[in-house]
């Protein structure tokens, strides 16, 4: 077995060309080549510094965060898409404030505790946090969809069936539905 961590167009491309059996990407993909099996649905965090914490209210409304400094994971990682999704910004405005990219969460996270400004965060990277530095974006609760996905002729239904009840066991009972909210596009 080789784990590695590649950008999703990259992911995709290996699937398809049969360098790659199976892959853990967020999804919905909508690609007809790819069948995608859910995993868990991890929730989506606003994680503030902790300067601002009594100044923003939870939830808070995505209209408010135009003119914030947020910062941004680097293009071509899907969750940097769903971090604009979630924030109601296009891809064509102007991004005052988003000034700084970073291929890591944990150097995004960094930043905010030492610059000051804000990022979006998965739930699974929030358990070192103060939940006083959470705040809900809008009203509900917004997931990301992380799935197995391999291509439709991988032959190995079995091994993807093993893996996939493992990686269920791997997160809590409560990540494995998307009751009650929204889940982030990230296309």
Request: glycine share 6%.
């Amino acid at each position: 077995m080789n784990i590695k961590e590649m950008l999703t167009q990259d992911i995709l491309k290996a699937l398809r060309n049969d360098s790659l059996d199976v892959a853990i990407l967020v999804t919905p993909l909508n690609e007809s080549e790819v069948e995608e099996i859910p995993l868990f649905y991890e929730e989506l965090f606003l994680y503030l510094n902790k300067n601002q914490v009594n100044k923003i209210q939870n939830p808070i409304s995505p209209e408010i965060l135009k003119g914030e400094r947020i910062w941004l994971l680097s293009e071509g990682h899907c969750f940097r898409n769903q971090m604009m999704n979630l924030c109601k910004i296009g891809k064509n405005n102007s991004l005052p404030g988003f000034d700084f990219e970073s291929g890591s969460l944990e150097t995004l996270r960094k930043i905010v505790d030492t610059e000051g400004g804000m990022t979006v965060l998965p739930e699974l990277g929030t358990d070192q946090i103060s939940e006083s530095q959470l705040r809900q974006i809008g009203h509900g609760k917004h997931y990301r969809e992380i799935s197995l996905v391999y291509t439709r002729n991988f032959a190995k239904k079995k091994l993807i069936k093993v893996l996939e009840e493992e990686l269920k066991k791997s997160v809590p009972s409560s990540m494995h539905s998307a009751e009650n909210g929204e889940i982030v596009e990230w296309k």
